[in-house]
C-alpha cells in the first residue's frame, strides 16, 4: 500500500505554500517524495519553508509570485521545469478573505462595496484557481498527466453567515474545478478539489479567538455545530492532498471535492 501514495518522481507546486494549509500540504508531498516548489509573496517566510521541505530530502525551490500576475507565474513555471523538472501536481492552495468584504452585525449588505467583493472574487478564484491552472495546466497537458488539486472551502457549498463574497468565491472554485475535470480528462489531467473545514490560521485567528486565546462567541459557534468538537489542525490534510496527487492512488477520481471539516457540513438543528 506505501507504493501507492509514493510521489518520488512528482513535481509538485503549491501556490500560497507560505501559509499555515498551503505549508502543510507542501510538507505533505515532500514527505511523500516529491520534489516541491513554493510559490508566493512573503520571500522570507518562503525560503524557511523551503529550508523545511529539503530536510525530508527532496529538492524543494521558492518562487516569488504575485499569483494575479500571468508574467509572474509563467517565470515561476520556468523555473520549476529548469530546477525541479515539469511539473505534476499543483495545489492552488492561497485565497482568503478581506475585512471590507465582511458583513458585521447591523451592517447592510446592499452598502458592500463592489470593489471588496471583486477583490474576494480576484484573490480566490482568479489568481487562487483561474491563471495558476492557466500557466501550469498548459505543461501538463503538453505531457499527458498531471493532477490539479483547487483549495475551495465548505462554505462554498453552504454559504456562512458575514462571508458573502467569500463563500460565492468558493462556490465559484468548485464550480471551475468540476469544469476544468471535465475538459481535461482527456488530456490525462484530473482536477479535484479539498474543502477545508475552519482550521484556525493568520487570516481568521481573530474571529475564532479572542487576545487572551478563548473562543470568541463565532469560535463556540463553530465548535458547537462541529460533531468533533475542535477546530482542524493543518496536518490533517495531508492524506487528502497526497492522495489526490498519487496518479496510482487517486487515478480515477476527477471532479470530485473532499470534505475536510470535522462533521460541520453535515450537522442539522
Given at each position: 500500500m506505501g507504493a501507492m501514495f509514493e510521489l518520488r518522481g512528482d513535481v509538485?507546486?503549491?501556490?500560497?505554500?507560505?501559509?499555515?494549509?498551503?505549508?502543510?500540504m507542501a510538507r505533505a508531498l515532500a514527505e511523500a517524495g516529491a520534489a516541491v516548489a513554493v510559490l508566493g509573496r512573503d520571500e522570507e517566510r518562503g525560503r524557511?519553508?523551503?529550508?523545511?521541505?529539503?530536510?525530508?530530502?527532496?529538492?524543494?525551490?521558492?518562487?516569488?509570485?504575485?499569483?494575479?500576475?500571468?508574467?509572474?507565474?509563467?517565470?515561476?513555471?520556468?523555473?520549476?521545469?529548469?530546477?525541479?523538472?515539469?511539473?505534476?501536481?499543483?495545489?492552488?492552495a492561497a485565497g482568503g478573505n478581506r475585512p471590507e468584504a465582511t458583513i458585521g452585525p447591523g451592517d447592510d449588505f446592499c452598502r458592500l462595496p463592489l470593489e471588496a467583493w471583486r477583490s474576494v472574487f480576484d484573490l480566490n478564484l482568479v489568481g487562487g484557481v483561474l491563471l495558476p491552472c492557466q500557466v501550469f495546466g498548459e505543461v501538463m497537458i503538453q505531457a499527458g498527466r498531471g493532477s490539479?488539486?483547487?483549495?475551495?472551502?465548505?462554505?462554498?457549498?453552504?454559504?456562512?453567515?458575514?462571508?458573502?463574497?467569500?463563500s460565492a468565491a468558493k462556490a465559484a472554485v468548485l464550480n471551475l474545478t468540476q469544469w476544468l475535470a471535465r475538459e481535461w480528462a482527456r488530456f490525462g489531467v484530473r482536477v479535484n478539489a479539498i474543502s477545508p473545514g475552519f482550521f484556525p490560521a493568520e487570516q481568521n485567528r481573530r474571529l475564532l479567538y479572542d487576545e487572551h486565546g478563548n473562543y470568541t462567541?463565532?469560535?463556540?459557534?463553530?465548535?458547537?455545530?462541529?460533531?468533533?468538537g475542535r477546530f482542524g489542525e493543518p496536518w490533517e490534510l495531508s492524506g487528502a492532498v497526497?492522495?489526490?496527487?498519487?496518479?496510482?492512488?487517486s487515478g480515477f477520481v476527477t471532479g470530485q471535492n473532499i470534505v475536510v471539516d470535522g462533521g460541520f457540513s453535515s450537522m442539522t438543528i
Open positions: 509538485a507546486v503549491v501556490v500560497g505554500g507560505t501559509g499555515v494549509l498551503g505549508g502543510a524557511r519553508r523551503v529550508q523545511e521541505l529539503r530536510e525530508c530530502g527532496v529538492p524543494a525551490l521558492f518562487a516569488r509570485v504575485d499569483a494575479l500576475d500571468r508574467g509572474s507565474l509563467e517565470a515561476a513555471r520556468e523555473a520549476v521545469r529548469s530546477e525541479l523538472g515539469s511539473p505534476t501536481v499543483l495545489v492552488n490539479i488539486i483547487n483549495i475551495a472551502s465548505m462554505a462554498g457549498i453552504t454559504p456562512l453567515s458575514r462571508v458573502p463574497a467569500y462567541e463565532r469560535g463556540r459557534a463553530i465548535i458547537g455545530h462541529t460533531p468533533m497526497v492522495w489526490l496527487a498519487s496518479a496510482r492512488a
